[in-house]
């Protein structure tokens, strides 16, 4: 490893009065821009001029300097835009134009830059040397990076696929499974638009009281297709308990034998009225419906009521749960078929799948999630995101942004390993000494 002496000259303007270590810090972090850019800049001529003497002295007489690009090379750093204007050969045996460096690979096709600026946008950032392929403050660096779609389009298919595949997981143990799925507005070809489709997440946990994990994500597939998938990474045998809201075809297609469901008690209040609505209640005539669904045991509980109870409110929780089977029979007599047909099928339903949480406290002593709060805030880290990033998506498209968010978002230990083997950082420079004089002029 060579060694290089870069000989840094900095004049400072001092105030006479008034200076404290604060005014030097400030200015002198104002400045660091430029003593950066300086010093790249000598780093970057320094490879470049010893690259070309290199070529000349290994074929003597074939290459003559034949000025610079055009457009310098411009990369996106912590401190700014840094432009370098690469200077051209010209080889007399092929007869055209070469860039050293370029072609040297000195100019790697990702550049490493700021992780802060990776922060503002959506975890996508695909550096290149002539694009940044992140959001950076809300806008697209479009005019400063001009690059076909179809460019940014292959780097971010290429990063997916090669970098953020699915792991196999059925090493482990997890017990819980929850799902749930969203809107997306979907495009193809050159923007077509193709209404809205829909984008369905899986996360997963070992158990009570502990965190849930990202397990899946799929693009207008069915649930059976999904069912498949998940088979294939997961110990799908071990699952004990499937969360959802009631979306229909969940249970029909994820639901295995062993596993019990749970529906999401918030989503089985908030939804009743609709059942009620479609079977022509409006909201006065629901009233007495909805205060009966309400004054069902299972719904007065939330997570802190659950932690105060103990082994020895077993009997109180036994005629709660009791209560709550009361409760929707009462329920189901008001509802008279041939009167609320939806509104009385809903609450068949939801009386089946409402109160597994009470079963499985009172076989093991552990209280299982109420709700799918869990996936939801899955879900609030990238759903606006995906529609404001993108007006429209193609399920390719949307997949791979998915893939590669998953582990800046979800997994950013994983990520900053990624991106540190993406970057295929070289051997890098190592400062051994620095040194500082002054004098007044």
């Known amino acids: ?22 005014g030097i810090l400030s200015g002198l972090g104002n400045s660091m821009s430029k003593i950066f850019f300086t010093l790249v800049k000598a780093l970057c001529s320094a490879v470049e001029d010893s690259t070309v003497e290199k070529m000349k002295k290994n074929e003597p007489g074939r290459y003559v300097k034949n000025g610079h690009q055009g457009k310098p090379r411009k990369i996106r750093t912590k401190f700014g835009l840094f432009s370098f204007p690469l200077v051209q050969l010209y080889d007399k045996v092929e007869g055209k134009t070469i860039v050293p460096l370029r072609d040297s690979g000195f100019f790697p ?41 179809t460019t940014l389009h292959r780097h971010l298919q290429e ?21 749930d799925d969203m809107a997306m507005r979907k495009q193809e070809g050159r923007g077509q638009n193709l209404g809205r489709g829909h984008v369905r997440w899986a996360i997963a946990s ?63 209040k908030r939804d009743f009225p609709y059942a009620l609505y479609s079977d022509g209640l409006k909201k006065p005539q629901q009233a007495p419906f909805k205060e009966k669904l309400e004054s069902i045991p299972a719904f007065k509980f939330n997570r802190k009521s659950l932690e105060q109870i103990t082994p020895k409110d077993f009997p109180m929780v036994k005629e709660l749960s009791e209560k709550t089977m009361e409760g929707f029979n009462e329920l189901l007599n008001i509802l008279e078929k041939d009167k ?82 993406y970057k295929a950082i070289n051997p890098e420079i190592k400062l051994v000494n620095i040194g500082v004089s002054w004098s007044w002029s």
């Open 1 to 22: 490893m060579r060694k290089i002496q870069v000989d840094l000259s900095l004049t400072f303007r001092m105030p006479d009065e008034g200076l404290n270590v604060n």
């Open 109 to 149: 096709r990702y550049i490493q830059y700021s992780h802060d600026a990776t922060e503002a946008g959506i975890g996508l950032t695909i550096h290149t040397s002539y694009r940044v392929a992140a959001k950076e403050e809300g806008r697209i660096l479009r005019n400063e990076f001009p690059v076909p779609a």
């Open 159 to 179: 990063f997916a696929e090669e970098q953020c595949p699915w792991p196999n997981m059925k090493h482990i143990p997890y017990r819980f499974l929850m799902v």
């Open 206 to 268: 070992l158990g009570e009281n502990r965190p849930f994990e990202l397990v899946g994500f799929w693009t207008n597939q069915s649930w059976e297709e999904i069912r498949k998938d998940l088979e294939k990474r997961l110990d799908y045998g071990k699952l004990e308990v499937l969360f959802y809201d009631g979306g229909a075809g969940i249970e029909e297609a994820l639901l295995a034998e062993g596993m019990r469901p749970q529906r999401c008690l918030l989503h089985g």
């Open 340 to 421: 609320y047909p939806k509104a009385r099928t809903y609450i068949e339903n939801l009386s089946q799948q409402a109160a597994t949480f009470f079963d499985c406290w009172l076989k093991t002593g552990e209280w299982i999630p109420l709700s799918t709060n869990a996936i939801e805030s899955h879900f609030s880290q990238i759903k606006n995101r995906i529609w404001s990033v993108g007006k429209r998506w193609s399920d390719k498209g949307l997949l791979n942004w998915l893939k590669v968010a998953r582990n800046k978002i979800f997994s950013p230990e994983m990520w900053d390993e990624i991106w540190d083997q």
